[in-house]
């Protein structure tokens, strides 16, 4: 292309330096010769200038070498260490790096985005996740000159999964701080308990006692019931004895929520007192509802499902296998149909008698599951699949705004195992999409998981995977907990529940029960008087603490999903009145929500510079202690990190090259000056 662009611009500036100096003139042959190649080559040049294709420009690039600093900056640590002094530190390893020509980038717990001054550290974090933190790092480097992350921390971790069981990329450094001496302390490790039960109903609360650094010791357990003490005992440690389980039976009433105050008297000597008291709200319900999970055979999904709507004690969970005994509530208000209809199994008159009853149905599909039939009962959901089926593994869509499932809850998903599905196509105008099938890295359009809620009298769901059993099982394996298992079924258990609603305005918490490190989030939805979805009617919102102290916001509805967030709320238990105008005519929800203080942080000192000591060892780093600081700056790794040169290509408009411009116009100006002096125009 290039040579065909030389050759026409040659050939027309030819043309044209032929046509002016043909003619006679004063100048002497050599001259008129000269003059001419001047013409030709300028013509030409400019032509090449104006019609050349882009070129090619390659430019050497120097990226410094990045080292990462991960501060754990919990509250735990700043009971260890002094905070400003603990900065200064920090500060004095950043200057001794970059000395070596390395960049550095610090980042702390509180979000996925680098701390530019390390002053901003606070250390006041209510939780320790290790694991995201340093997965941060990596996802912000990636094909980046990161050489290395250096992880200051005490090593406890109390959220998230242990980062000693992930192979990351990066070498990792870890400066352990804290104190690894066992110290006296008695303390409320954990209390277990139900965050919603039945009215009138009741229900145990276990309270885990644990002794640190004592031998035999004594104390009083006092646990009280709004102002009403129910419970106090004297509790004896002997010798030996390093945790003590204690369980109550405590009876609800008819309010929203149930506030608990749980004693542990602290006893001389103790190195705090912080973790002697905890608090603990219980939601009530109003009424059960009956959930007919309908089986074709046994499964171990089957498990998984009740288990999961065993912990809402609202529900009422009956399990029927096919063929086996008999379907003892006629009218469910739920059924899960697992692997039915099936081809062994005719269920129609199950279906359709429930279907005129207006049941909300969920269809679990397995590798029993007549998917022809499945067809025809649906509204509007096709499967075309000649019998084949595929391995897949599954992503949250990004346009689910049904329910909400937290962040670190989602990010599970990765361990997930793959599930078999139908091989085919998938049809689905009018269904909402829960969770969409990956192939790879590829994520596709069809549904894994989806919702269909237009029949606001009979809801409808379906879950196209034979083996969510494995998704409980890995995250029980990884985490202790199959919570995002649990929440995506009870979740889509409570939506397909709710009854139509003649209601024009809706606003609700998204959880009943927060922790006082959350932001508080509300949901809010508002309708015109043909049940059309609007937007920008202005909500005022008044919280009220139980102690009797208001809070006032206000917020327009932007969207039907989340439109109000607010943090630093005091824990305890509030009531919420959020008023609009809709329609000319003002709406009014109410409700009632729980802020707890659980304080992770303070339930345990005793800092574990094993944990640092294994992430360092895994990832080809070392350990050190804090107070060998300094001496990490001297290790040959940081000595001899190599900056990275790498070429990057770039294309330009030929145009842009001013060098070529200012040649072109000292060839004019040649040719300009040549002809002045010899007396021509």
């Keep these: 292309m290039h040579i065909i662009v030389i050759l026409f611009s040659v050939l027309i500036g030819t043309l044209y330096a032929f046509f002016l100096y043909s003619i006679p003139n004063q100048w002497s042959g ?71 020509q390395i960049d550095i980038k610090i980042y702390d717990l509180t979000s996925e985005i680098k701390i530019e001054k390390i002053d901003s550290l606070k250390f006041n974090f209510p939780k320790t996740n290790l694991f995201n933190l340093i997965s941060n790092i990596e996802n912000d480097h990636i094909e980046q000159n990161l050489k290395s992350i250096i992880l200051i921390s005490d090593g406890i971790i109390n959220d998230g999964q242990s980062p000693v069981y992930q192979d990351f990329n990066s070498q990792i450094y870890t400066i352990g701080l804290g104190d690894t001496l066992v110290r006296k302390d008695l303390s409320i490790s954990q209390v277990n308990y139900n965050k919603l039960v039945n009215k009138n109903s009741k229900f145990p609360i276990k309270v885990t006692l644990k002794k640190t650094g004592f031998g035999a010791v004594k104390s009083i357990l006092t646990i009280k019931k709004g102002d009403l003490i129910i419970e106090k005992k004297e509790i004896s440690f002997g010798l030996t004895e390093k945790q003590k389980d204690i369980t109550i039976i405590s009876e609800s009433n008819e309010e929203p929520f149930l506030s608990y105050k749980i004693d542990f008297e602290p006893v001389m000597g103790e190195i705090t007192k912080i973790n002697n008291t905890k608090n603990i709200y219980i939601e009530t319900a109003q009424s059960e509802k009956n959930i007919l999970i309908f089986a074709l055979s046994p499964h171990p999904d089957l498990k998984v499902l009740k288990d999961a709507l065993s912990q809402n004690k609202e529900y009422k969970v009956e399990t029927y296998i096919q063929g086996i005994g008999e379907i003892q509530n006629k009218q469910p208000d739920l059924v899960i149909y697992h692997q039915i209809p099936s081809s062994d199994f005719n269920a129609n008159h199950y279906i359709l008698n429930f279907k005129k009853l207006n049941t909300p149905f969920w269809f679990i599909i397995g590798n029993q599951s007549n998917i022809a039939q499945t067809n025809a009962i649906l509204d509007g959901f096709k499967i075309m699949t000649n019998g084949q089926t595929d391995k897949v593994q599954v992503e949250f869509s990004k346009d689910f705004d049904k329910f909400l499932i937290p962040q670190n809850l989602t990010a599970r998903l990765v361990d997930f195992p793959p599930v078999i599905v139908p091989f085919g196509e998938y049809n689905h105008p009018i269904w909402d999409v829960v969770l969409y099938q990956k192939v790879g890295s590829f994520v596709t359009n069809k549904p894994l998981w989806a919702i269909n809620t237009q029949n606001k009298n009979q809801s409808t769901a379906i879950t196209i995977a034979d083996g969510i059993w494995q998704w409980s099982m890995i995250e029980k394996s990884t985490y202790d907990n199959d919570e995002l298992t649990q929440s995506l079924i009870l979740k889509t258990t409570q939506l397909l529940l709710a009854t139509k609603d003649k209601k024009k305005f809706r606003f609700a918490p998204i959880n009943q029960n927060f922790d006082i490190s959350d932001k508080i989030a509300f ?86 510079f094993n944990l640092l000591k294994n992430i360092a060892q895994k990832n080809n780093g070392l350990f050190y202690h804090y107070s060998n600081l300094k001496n990490i700056t ?15 290509e770039s294309f330009s408009p030929t145009i842009q090259l001013k060098w070529i411009m200012f040649a072109i116009i000292l060839l004019l100006f040649t040719e300009w000056a040549a002809r002045k002096y010899l007396g021509s125009i």
């Design 30 to 100: 050599k001259l008129n010769k000269l003059l001419f190649v001047l013409r030709t080559v300028t013509v030409a040049s400019i032509l090449w200038f104006l019609l050349a294709p882009d070129i090619k420009i390659n430019k050497k690039v120097k990226e410094n070498a990045i080292v990462a600093l991960a501060i754990d900056n919990s509250s735990s640590l700043k009971k260890i260490a002094q905070e400003s002094k603990l900065i200064e530190n920090i500060k004095m390893l950043s200057e001794d790096l970059k000395n070596k």
């Design 634 to 648: 001297n290790e040959k790794f940081f000595e001899n990190t190599q900056n990275k040169v790498y070429i990057e």
């Design 523 to 608: 949901e809010s939805e508002s309708k015109n008087e043909v049940d059309e979805w609007i937007t920008g009617n202005e909500i005022d919102i008044l919280l009220t603490h139980k102690n009797g102290k208001k809070y006032n916001f206000n917020c327009i509805n932007s969207n039907n999903g989340v439109v109000f967030e607010t943090a630093g709320l005091p824990e305890g238990i509030y009531n919420f009145k959020a008023t609009s105008i809709i329609n000319k005519k003002e709406e009014i929800s109410n409700g009632t929500f729980s802020i707890s203080n659980i304080d992770i942080e303070n339930t345990n000192y005793l800092a574990d």
